[in-house]
């Protein structure tokens, strides 16, 4: 049989497992030993089986990941969180559909902090949730605000996303957490019009709050100088080369840690939580890298990659239009996949076919995340939806997802402006590496 015909099934048995239900950290890894032991030997298929784990595990990017996911709990357990939410509340609070606003902005400002998207999302939800609802504000803006913003977390640096895609790509990881923080941001600023514009049009969804005075304003911002230290310290660390992001991240972990310590929010229940938590999300992670690299070694033996990567270059059509089907494929796999899974999944196939098409690795990593971005918030997986739904159980899970409608509407067209104008997203990379 043909090798690469040999890698088309091994695909399509991968797909089948996991819609079985298997886990596709066991599906992968299934599906690649038993195709390489095919191909080259059970033999060599075992073999790999016992030394491709701690060779991967050990490698020094991927320590960046549990750094990366403590830094998020130590920051949770410091407060980090309601103080961002409630600096923002007091200063655009008394906006149309300020509440809402400020949800968005303390989901930037917990994003800074943390690379998981489900944990801003549940984190959020529970401070910001109960307080749109006090003032009546509609379920439908309160817990979509929710769900958006937690997704903000995959694009502003540290992202745990972005690092797979670094190790997966072989591209530089510091690069891509650069690369992501306009993005980031010209995300939060879509999302924060599309509330202001819709509570404009209809008052009803969000009744007004009172402003507060100037003083009180001020007075909040000296909450936030935690996040301020974190996001400058990971961000300008790495920017200016002092850190590679793994110190960048072990750098940042250490400080949250001794400011929890300083406000006296952190006690050994709170540290052994934070501990157990961060193992327990690491392990998960580990386990589908594992599982896919394996799955890489084996679509790599049969050639399927370097097959796709050269029929697409000779396409005879726009490689536009390439780009978008390749984009398409991660809206068809979010109704079944995670975001991880997903990610590292497709990469392996499409990625030499996009980077033999002359697109810049870099602009398509940001591009890929944020289609999985949208994936997270998309029936009928939606991730963030339900990490929502888990705090907020007095709404119907069909309100959430129709509230999270028009911010996916959003999400579309800030895609469409970053294929436009990819500077957008190239341009503070360009500075860094020119530097």
């Known amino acids: 049989m043909d090798p690469v015909v040999f890698g088309y099934i091994g695909v399509g048995c991968l797909l089948c497992l996991v819609l079985l239900g298997m886990p596709i950290a066991f599906a992968s890894a299934l599906v690649g030993l038993a195709g390489i032991g095919l191909l080259k030997g059970w033999g060599v298929a075992f073999s790999l089986a016992g030394y491709l784990p701690y060779g991967i595990t050990a490698h020094y990017s991927l320590s960046v990941i549990p750094l990366f996911i ?103 990881i510091g690069v891509l957490l650069i690369a992501g923080v306009i993005p980031g941001i010209l995300t939060a600023i879509a999302y924060s019009l599309l509330i202001y514009g819709q509570v404009k049009r209809n008052p009803s969804l969000a009744p007004p709050l009172d402003a507060v005075s100037w003083k009180t304003r001020f007075g909040s911002l000296k909450k936030m100088w935690g996040v301020l230290v974190i996001f400058c310290l990971i961000i300008g660390g790495i920017y200016s080369g002092a850190f590679t992001p793994t110190e960048a991240g072990g750098a940042g ?39 896919i ?47 991880i899974g997903m990610m590292l999944l497709t990469l392996p196939i499409i990625y030499p076919a996009i980077v033999a098409l002359g697109f810049d690795p870099i602009w398509f990593g940001i591009i890929v995340v944020k289609m999985c971005e949208i994936c997270l918030v998309t029936p009928p997986v939606g991730l963030n939806v339900y990490a929502v739904f888990s705090v907020a159980p007095n709404v119907q899970i069909e309100d959430i997802f129709r509230g999270i409608m028009p911010f996916l509407a959003v999400d579309i067209v800030t895609i469409i402006l970053f294929i436009i104008w990819p500077d957008l997203i190239t341009f503070l990379p360009s500075l860094m590496l020119s530097g």
């Open 70 to 172: 403590i830094m998020g709990y130590f920051a949770y357990f410091a407060g980090i969180t309601s103080e961002v939410f409630k600096a923002a509340r007091n200063w655009v609070g008394h906006f149309p559909g300020g509440l809402a606003l400020a949800t968005t902005f303390g989901c930037a400002g917990f994003a800074a902090c943390t690379g998981a998207s489900l944990a801003a999302a549940a984190v959020m939800g529970k401070v910001a949730i109960p307080e749109m609802q006090k003032y009546g504000y509609d379920n439908r803006l309160a817990t979509g605000a929710v769900a958006a913003g937690g997704t903000l977390a995959v694009l502003i640096p540290p992202s745990i996303p972005l690092v797979l895609f670094g190790i997966i790509t072989n591209q530089s």
């Open 253 to 291: 972990a250490t400080f949250t840690f001794f400011l929890a310590l300083f406000m006296k929010k952190m006690g050994w229940d709170t540290l052994k939580e934070s501990l157990l938590e961060t193992g327990r999300v690491t392990v998960m992670i580990f386990a589908i890298v594992v599982g």
């Open 293 to 339: 690299l394996i799955f890489v070694r084996f679509l790599a033996l049969t050639g399927l990659p370097a097959s796709i990567a050269g029929a697409v270059v000779n396409a005879p059509v726009h490689p536009l239009i390439i780009l978008t089907g390749s984009l398409m494929i991660y809206v068809v796999l979010g109704t079944f996949l995670e975001l």
